[in-house]
């Protein structure tokens, strides 16, 4: 069983749009949550962490569900430059370690006028 | 913005050749973290290294790779006989425990195994 798994997507959407992104992860010892976006051939970006109480960043709104292990991302009012690869991301946390990141595949999102 | 950097951002070598690839961490960070992502696929995770030993290695991390830190600020990826399927970019991260658990990336390098 995958350990982070997420629509692949294409999402093509028009600018303006509200699009939602889900993600699941199998390991209940995840500890911390995130998302990052990626532009092609380029580095994981921070775009968020995620929190049991949900929070907001702007057009940008994240959700955890500790119970269904389940994370979401909400975009609002769409970008062109929001264009980009979204990676859901979780924390697992071994013993004495501080942990490491496991990826999703991540989801493509592209953004047309 | 501070920001983690990485050299080279591009390096070719032939299939059983050593390759070293440099990482300079954010200057108050104590967590190092090598991943790799094959092209069109997932980002992996590699090693973890804190207080100048390794914390946690994934089973990619075979006995043909090795990290250290050899003068207190570059942290380096060694790989000692690359094979083909080393061809990947290479992301170092790092995080301050003492501000969060967000690591942050430099830009990679891109291995290409010949």
């Known amino acids: 069983r995958k350990e982070v798994e997420q629509d692949p997507g294409p999402f093509n959407v028009p600018e303006g749009a509200t699009v939602a992104f889900n993600c699941t992860y199998s390991?209940?010892?995840?500890?911390?949550f995130f998302w990052y976006r990626q532009d092609c051939r380029k580095e994981p970006k921070l775009l968020m962490s995620?929190?049991?109480s949900g929070n907001e960043d702007g057009r940008f709104t994240a959700q955890l569900n500790r119970a269904s292990q389940y994370i979401s991302l909400l975009i609002r009012d769409s970008k062109l430059s929001d264009s980009a690869t979204y990676l859901c991301?979780?924390?697992?946390?071994?013993?004495?370690?501080?942990?490491?990141?496991?990826f999703g595949k991540g989801t493509k999102l592209s953004v047309k006028p | 913005e501070p920001e983690v950097t990485q050299t080279p951002s591009h390096q070719v070598t032939q299939m059983g050749q050593e390759v070293i690839l440099r990482c300079v961490p954010i200057?108050?960070?104590?967590?190092f973290y090598w991943y790799r992502q094959i092209l069109g696929q997932k980002v992996e995770f590699l090693v973890s290294?804190?207080?100048?030993?390794?914390?946690?290695k994934s089973e990619i991390f075979d006995d043909q790779f090795s990290v250290e830190r050899p003068d207190g600020s570059n942290f380096t990826l060694k790989i000692r006989s690359t094979k083909l399927e080393d061809s990947a970019m290479y992301f170092c991260?790092?995080?301050?425990?003492?501000?969060?658990?967000?690591?942050?990336f430099g830009p990679g390098t891109r291995l290409t195994v010949t």
């Open positions: 991260a790092t995080f301050s425990v003492l501000v969060s658990y967000e690591q942050y």
């Open positions: 200057s108050n960070h104590l967590y």
């Open positions: 991301v979780v924390n697992i946390i071994y013993g004495g370690s501080q942990g490491n990141l496991i």
């Open positions: 995620v929190y049991s």
């Open positions: 290294f804190y207080n100048n030993e390794i914390s946690e």
């Open positions: 390991n209940s010892a995840s500890q911390s």
